[in-house]
């Protein structure tokens, strides 16, 4: 997720880049740094979508799976990773491909934890999230606190293991408002919990 600026040295920072480039925020590819900036620029200063922004769809059909998501996040892809972001603000999903291991997710959240925190005490282990109904498979899903650059950050994972043997893992990233989820995470989650298909046979 990018850092969090306060306004005045974002609005700074994107009149220096505009003088020193002259190329618009449209024209820099999807998948690049300098789109990504613009992308949490705008979401500085816009603020978090509304109700009404999160309600139409866009759909994902990757890597042999197929999901809902609000149309008002934007997507990048790591091809080199086999990694998916959907992201807007405060918020972002990943999606990551590779072989299927029971351990996989417990283990990366342990690492997050570990490494990410920030916090005066140590971050508390991951701690089990509800068991969701994905592609006809009961998956476990985890859940992990932690503070990051200042900010409360809940993360949950759910590793999907597929047919022939690959894993999609699905890892949502929020940052905690009065201990709440934001809106876009809820509209994000009923939205892929609902409409998940698997296409690998």
């Known amino acids: 997720m990018p850092n ?16 020193s ?4 925020a449209a024209d820099y590819p999807a998948d690049s740094g300098w789109n990504i900036f613009w992308g949490a620029f705008v979401d500085e200063l816009v603020g978090a979508p509304g109700a009404a922004a999160l ?21 990048n892809h790591d091809a080199e990773d086999g990694q998916w972001r959907l992201w807007r603000g405060d918020f972002e999903l990943e999606v990551r ?10 283990t990366l959240m342990d690492m997050m934890g570990s490494v990410l925190h920030g916090g005066d005490e140590p971050a508390a282990p991951p701690e ?11 998956v476990a899903g985890l859940r992990l606190r932690l503070t990051f650059v200042g900010d409360a950050h809940e ?6 293991p ?12 929020d940052i905690l408002h009065d201990g709440k989820p934001s809106a876009t995470r809820e509209a994000t989650l009923d939205a892929w919990r609902s409409s998940l298909r698997c296409t690998v046979s």
């Open 155 to 160: 993360f949950l994972a759910y590793d999907l």
């Open 55 to 75: 309600k139409p769809l866009g759909r994902f059909e990757e890597a042999g799976i197929a999901f809902d998501y609000p149309a008002v996040l934007r997507v």
């Open 21 to 24: 480039t002259g190329v618009p």
């Open 97 to 106: 491909t590779g072989t299927y291991s029971a351990e996989h997710a417990r």
């Open 162 to 173: 597929l047919a022939n043997g690959e894993s999609r893992l699905f890892l949502f990233d």
């Open 128 to 138: 089990a999230a509800p068991v969701l109904r994905l592609c006809d498979r009961d």
């Open 4 to 19: 969090r600026f306060s306004c005045r040295s974002l609005c700074l920072l994107a009149v220096l880049l505009c003088a």
